[in-house]
C-alpha cells in the first residue's frame, strides 16, 4: 500500500486510471529458503508464492530453492508442496497454474556448515540465471531458528552469495524472533550487518503485511475528518489487543523462552502502536516513514520496577472450557516447567511523551487461551460536553473508531444516534466497513505483500535496525522486573475462557476505563 502511494507513475491505458501511481514491480530472482522443510515453508512462504503466481503477480522468471537437510529429490519436494498447497493455499489449487509453479520449485540438500553444500548452491543458481533467465538476483530466506543465522550467512559471506554482481542485487529476509533482549538483538544486527548491508536486510513481521495494518496510514492521512483530531485534545485513550483461543500447543519449550511480552508485544503490538501514533512522514520512501515509526518508540516512556509494578499485568491461563471444550492449564501443558512463572497474558499502560499525545493512555493486552480471537486497534475519543444529550444521569457512550486487523478485517465508526420516535432516545450505532463485501475478494495474505515487496526492493513494511532494538530497550525494562529483581510484581492467574486476570481490569479501571470486547 505505503510503496504503492510512493512507486513511479507509469502509462497505462486505462485512461480512468491516469496520473496514479503503481507500486514498484517484483524483479526476476532466485529465492533461497533456508529450513524449507519447516512448518512455515510448507504454511505460509510457498502457499504464498503460489497465490502470488495465481493472480499473475510473480515475475515470468522466478527460481525457488529449497535448501536443507534432510535428503530429497526436485520431484519429491514439489510433490510435497504440492499436498501442502491442497490443505492451506488461500485460493486453493489449479492444476494449470500448478504445472507452471512446479517447473519453479527446486531443492538443495546440504547440512548447514557444509561448506561444499554452498559451493554448489552458488553453481545451482549460476545455472539457473542461465536458463530461466533471473538475472543474478538472489533473495534469502531465513526460515531457521536464530541460533542458525551466524553459520549460515558466514557460508553465504565466504561462498560470495552476499555479493551480487553489477547490475544485479542480493538480500536477505530474516524471520523473528530477532533477538531475546536488547544485547542479543544487537548482536545478531551485528552479525547479519557484518555480511549484508542495512538496505538489503529485511527483519520480517507478518503483522505489517495485513491488510489492515497497511490501511492505517491512509486512513489517517487520507481523511481530512481524522487527521486533524488525531492527538490528546480529542482522544481519550488507545486500546491495542490481540487474544488467541489458542494455548501454547506444541510450542511449549519456545514459549518458556520467551513469554507473551518477547512473543507479540515486542514486535507486532509496538509495531502497530507505532503506526497508530506516528507523525505524518515527510515522504512514502521506506525510511521517512520508519523514520516516524522509530521517533514513537524513542518516545515510549521507560518503565521503573515502581512503574512495572503499577502499569503492566502479567497472567497465566489455568484450566478452563474454551468453546465448550475442557482445557487444561499451562503449567501441565506439554514441555512446560510445572513451577513455571511465564506469561501466557500481558496488560499495560504505555505513555507516549511527545506533543501529540502527552496525557493520552495506550493500553496494551494480548492473552492465550481467550474466549475468542482477533487483533483490533481501539480510539476512543472524548466524550461530547455534556451540556445538551450528555446528561449526567443518561450519559451516552463515546466515539470509538476500530481498526480490524484480524480475523474480519475492517475498520468501524461507532457514534450516538436518535432513535425513530417523538421522545428524543439516543442509542449508539456503528458505520462498519469489511473489506471482503467492499471489495469483493478476500485480502492477500500477509506474507504474499511482504515477499512482493522484498523482490521489488521496497523495505517499508519490514522492521529497520534501530526499530528492533529500541522496541528491546523499552521491553527490557519490563522484563527486568519480573525477572531481576528482588521483588518482582506477583504473577495473575486466570481461567481459560476468560478475558483475563482480574488485575488486568482493575488497571483500566484506575483510569475510569473497561477494556472492550471482541
Not at 553465504?156 to 530474516?174: F, P
Not at 548482536?187 to 503483522?207: A, P, S
Not at 488467541?244 to 506444541?250: D, H, I, M, W
Request: glycine share 8%; hydrophobic share 40%; with cysteine.
Amino acid at each position: 500500500m505505503f510503496a504503492a502511494l510512493n512507486a513511479t507513475t507509469t502509462p497505462t491505458a486505462n485512461p480512468l486510471r491516469e496520473g496514479l501511481s503503481n507500486r514498484p514491480l517484483p524483479q526476476s530472482c532466485s529465492v533461497v529458503i533456508f529450513g524449507a522443510s519447516g512448518d512455515l515453508t510448507y504454511r505460509k512462504l510457498i502457499p504464498a508464492i503460489y497465490n502470488i503466481a495465481a493472480d499473475g503477480d510473480l515475475p515470468a522468471a522466478l527460481s525457488v530453492v529449497g535448501f536443507a537437510r534432510r535428503e530429497k529429490t526436485d520431484e519429491s519436494f514439489r510433490k510435497e508442496l504440492q499436498d501442502a498447497l491442497k490443505k492451506f493455499s488461500r485460493s486453493g489449487l489449479n492444476d494449470e497454474v500448478w504445472k507452471s509453479f512446479a517447473d519453479r520449485l527446486f531443492y538443495h540438500c546440504s547440512e548447514f556448515g557444509d561448506a561444499n553444500g554452498y559451493k554448489t548452491l552458488a553453481e545451482r543458481l549460476d545455472k539457473l540465471d542461465e536458463e530461466r533467465g533471473t538475472r543474478g538476483n538472489r533473495l534469502f530466506y531465513l526460515s531457521v531458528a536464530p541460533s542458525e543465522f551466524e553459520g549460515i550467512l558466514n557460508q553465504l559471506a565466504a561462498a560470495g552469495l552476499n555479493k551480487a554482481r553489477e547490475g544485479s542485487w542480493a538480500r536477505v529476509i530474516v524471520e523473528k524472533p530477532f533477538g531475546t533482549d536488547l544485547p542479543s538483538a544487537q548482536e545478531l544486527n551485528t552479525v547479519v550487518n557484518r555480511v549484508f548491508e542495512e538496505q538489503d536486510t529485511y527483519r520480517i513481521d507478518h503483522y505489517l503485511g495485513k491488510e489492515t495494518a497497511q490501511n492505517i496510514m491512509v486512513l489517517r492521512f487520507a481523511n481530512a475528518i481524522f487527521e486533524p483530531l488525531w492527538n490528546y485534545r480529542y482522544i481519550d485513550h488507545v486500546q491495542i489487543t490481540a487474544c488467541e483461543p489458542l494455548g501454547v500447543e506444541a510450542r511449549g519449550p519456545y514459549y518458556e523462552s520467551a513469554g507473551a511480552m518477547r512473543d507479540m508485544v515486542q514486535n507486532h503490538l509496538l509495531q502497530l502502536l507505532s503506526l497508530t501514533a506516528m507523525e505524518p512522514p515527510t515522504d512514502l520512501g521506506a525510511d521517512s516513514i520508519r523514520d516516524e515509526k522509530v521517533k514513537v518508540i524513542r518516545s515510549l516512556r521507560p518503565m521503573s520496577e515502581e512503574d512495572v509494578a503499577k502499569n503492566v499485568v502479567r497472567g497465566q491461563y489455568t484450566a478452563g472450557a474454551i468453546g465448550g471444550q475442557e482445557v487444561k492449564d499451562y503449567r501441565s501443558e506439554d514441555r512446560v516447567n510445572p513451577q513455571s512463572m511465564t506469561e501466557t497474558y500481558v496488560a499495560l499502560k504505555v505513555n507516549i511523551d511527545n506533543w501529540r499525545w502527552e496525557g493520552v493512555p495506550f493500553y496494551i493486552r494480548m492473552g492465550k487461551r481467550l474466549p475468542k480471537g482477533g487483533t483490533e486497534i481501539a480510539v476512543q475519543f472524548k466524550s461530547a460536553p455534556s451540556v445538551l444529550f450528555n446528561k449526567p444521569t443518561e450519559p451516552q457512550g463515546p466515539n470509538v473508531l476500530v481498526i480490524r486487523i484480524q480475523p474480519d478485517e475492517g475498520i468501524s465508526l461507532r457514534m450516538q444516534c436518535k432513535m425513530p420516535g417523538a421522545a428524543v432516545r439516543i442509542e449508539p450505532v456503528k458505520m462498519d466497513f469489511h473489506y471482503g463485501t467492499s471489495f469483493g475478494k478476500a485480502s492477500p495474505e500477509a506474507y504474499e505483500r511482504l515477499l512482493l515487496d522484498a523482490m521489488a526492493g521496497d523495505a517499508t513494511l519490514f522492521a529497520r535496525r534501530d526499530e528492533v532494538e529500541g522496541a528491546w530497550t523499552f521491553v527490557d525494562h519490563i522484563e527486568a522486573a519480573w525477572h531481576k529483581s528482588q521483588n518482582p510484581p506477583p504473577l495473575a492467574f486466570y481461567p481459560s475462557g476468560s478475558w483475563g486476570p482480574k488485575e488486568a481490569d482493575d488497571l483500566l479501571a484506575r483510569d475510569g476505563h473497561t477494556w472492550r470486547r471482541l
